[in-house]
């Protein structure tokens, strides 16, 4: 029984470069979160997805971030013409149904040179 | 001021030792308090879930909130070397949570 799957784990993009991480979420689970932390701080609510619907973007900068989750295939977070300030780890959770129960994935380290 | 403080540590025990690890908060709308256990380079894993203030116990760890003070611990009895890890506390006001704060985590090391 596969958790929440992220990839890849790591991530190197020079400044002005495209990432994308994807997520897929534990098997049954329609509802994906994702999450920033960078060092020495608590993870940061970027944005909530269900399928092929944002629900809250809240957290996500408005400028070069976009997060999508379509009807087939994962979840993606993407960050175009990243900065070296965007260096950091970013989670994805899964839950069942929206609750407090979210399932995290191992995260993709991004870095950027 | 931060909504959720939590005192980074580091902070090392000796294994059987009882582990005390806290967060105070500033939103009085928070309802909902979890734990999450993170070993270095992993993901977050939930521990602990509990719903207003009391206890709740599973195993070696007991959750307790204190809603009045704004205050909830997590503990670990007789802990082991397997439970070095980062412990973040997280919170909510609702349940469909996409409004959960997270604490900075405190660094536990449990040394043999």
């Known amino acids: 029984n596969a958790g929440v799957m992220q990839n890849p784990r790591h991530l190197v993009r020079r400044r002005g470069q495209e990432a994308r991480l994807r997520c897929s979420p534990m098997k049954g689970h329609s509802h994906v979160y994702w999450y920033r932390q960078l060092p020495e701080e608590g993870l940061k609510f970027m944005v909530y997805?269900?399928?092929?619907?944002?629900?809250?973007e809240s957290g996500m900068p408005k400028e070069r971030f976009s997060a999508e989750f379509p009807k087939e295939g994962p979840s993606i977070l993407r960050i175009q013409q990243v900065v070296r300030g965007d260096s950091a780890a970013y989670f994805c959770a899964s839950s069942l149904a929206g609750g407090n129960e979210q399932f995290f994935g191992p995260g993709t380290r991004l870095t950027v040179l | 001021q931060k909504e959720v403080e939590q005192d980074p540590g580091p902070l090392s025990v000796p294994e059987g030792a009882i582990v005390s690890l806290n967060c105070t908060y500033s939103n009085s709308a928070f309802q909902y308090f979890m734990w999450y256990r993170q070993y270095s380079r992993k993901g977050p894993e939930l521990l602990m879930y509990?719903?207003?203030?009391g206890n709740k116990e599973d195993g070696r760890f007991t959750a307790q909130v204190d809603k009045s003070s704004k205050y909830i611990s997590l503990f670990i009895r007789d802990s082991q070397p397997s439970d070095s890890a980062t412990y973040l506390c997280?919170?909510?006001?609702?349940?469909?949570?996409?409004?959960?704060?997270f604490g900075a985590g405190t660094r536990l090391t449990v040394k043999p």
């Open positions: 509990t719903y207003s203030s």
């Open positions: 997805l269900q399928k092929e619907n944002i629900i809250d």
């Open positions: 997280a919170m909510s006001a609702r349940d469909n949570n996409n409004d959960m704060r």
